[in-house]
């Protein structure tokens, strides 16, 4: 049997128009003519669920197996064989993904948060559409170190379950409409407060005179210089403080909505 198997992770676009990464086992033909058709079962850890597929792949064809064309979304302890028709394991590809000690992940230390977006995965933006981290994809969690695992509920075919090795409970959320206005309440003060910055950083000039000469009627504006002391000090702080409150709400909201 001239197969070779091996499980490879990269980005794909789902049936449902969501896109993250995922894992593909990708088997390959390499023999030189004819093809091969074999009966190929995948199983979950504990043997819990299994499904089976008929692949007829010519020489040296390729073929990659996933949630896209079987609806398998391959999960920690999961794998692969090929059965003959005696029932017998011809081959098989058992898929153990890299899985860091604990704080090894080089990128996010053991905190299994994106660390391009602090774990937010996604938000709303000022204009009211949602943004996904390029990172990330929308899932919030570090792809370094991510390990798909499979929930201890799940039915069927399993599905992408938590970060790192532990499924994470949905957290309880305020209610949308509160966070909504808490966010417009956060962003009218955070607009008085850019002004009174402003104002005084860069006042706007102010008529001082009219000339005489050379040209009568000329009126003459000076611009006075900006303020710079410890109200002004105050309003920046200010400034940073309700942006980094207006990120968490956003972030809160988004949460909200994804676990209704």
């Known amino acids: 049997?001239?197969?070779?198997?091996?499980?490879?992770?990269?980005?794909?676009v789902l049936p449902d128009g969501?896109?993250?990464?995922?894992?593909s086992l990708v088997i390959h033909n390499t023999g030189w003519i004819g093809h091969e058709k074999i009966m190929i079962r995948f199983y979950s850890i504990g043997a819990v669920n299994s499904a089976a597929f008929d692949v007829d792949l010519k020489a040296g064809q390729?073929?990659?197996?996933?949630?896209?064309?079987?609806?398998?979304?391959w999960c920690m302890g999961d794998y692969a064989a090929v059965i003959?028709?005696?029932?017998?394991?011809?081959?098989?590809?058992?898929?153990?993904?890299?899985?860091?000690?604990p704080g090894a992940c080089p990128d996010c230390h053991g905190t299994h948060?994106?660390?391009?977006?602090?774990?937010?995965?996604?938000?709303i933006d000022r204009q009211r559409n949602y943004v996904y981290c390029p990172s990330c994809h929308g899932t919030g969690q570090c792809q370094t170190c991510y390990v798909p695992v499979r929930g201890a509920t799940d039915e069927g075919?399993?599905?992408?379950?938590?970060?790192?090795?532990?499924?994470?409970?949905?957290?309880h959320h305020r209610a949308v409409a509160v966070i909504q206005g808490e966010i417009k309440r956060k962003e009218r003060e955070l607009e008085q407060v850019n002004r009174n910055l402003e104002n005084r950083t860069n006042p706007q000039p102010t008529q001082a005179w009219q000339s005489n000469w050379p040209y009568p009627g000329t009126t003459v504006y000076v611009k006075p210089k900006g303020d710079f002391g410890s109200y002004t000090f105050s309003l920046a702080r200010r400034t940073a403080q309700l942006e980094s409150e207006l990120r968490e709400l956003y972030q809160e909201l988004a949460e909200a909505e994804a676990d209704k």
Request: one cysteine or more; a positive charge; proline letters at 4%.
């Open 1 to 12: 049997m001239a197969l070779k198997g091996c499980f490879r992770k990269h980005l794909a």
């Open 18 to 23: 969501t896109q993250r990464n995922i894992y």
């Open 62 to 73: 390729s073929i990659e197996l996933d949630i896209r064309n079987t609806g398998w979304d």
């Open 84 to 101: 003959d028709k005696k029932g017998n394991v011809k081959e098989r590809w058992d898929f153990q993904p890299t899985v860091y000690r």
């Open 113 to 123: 948060r994106c660390t391009a977006c602090q774990g937010r995965g996604r938000w």
């Open 157 to 171: 075919f399993p599905s992408m379950a938590g970060s790192g090795l532990q499924e994470t409970p949905k957290r």
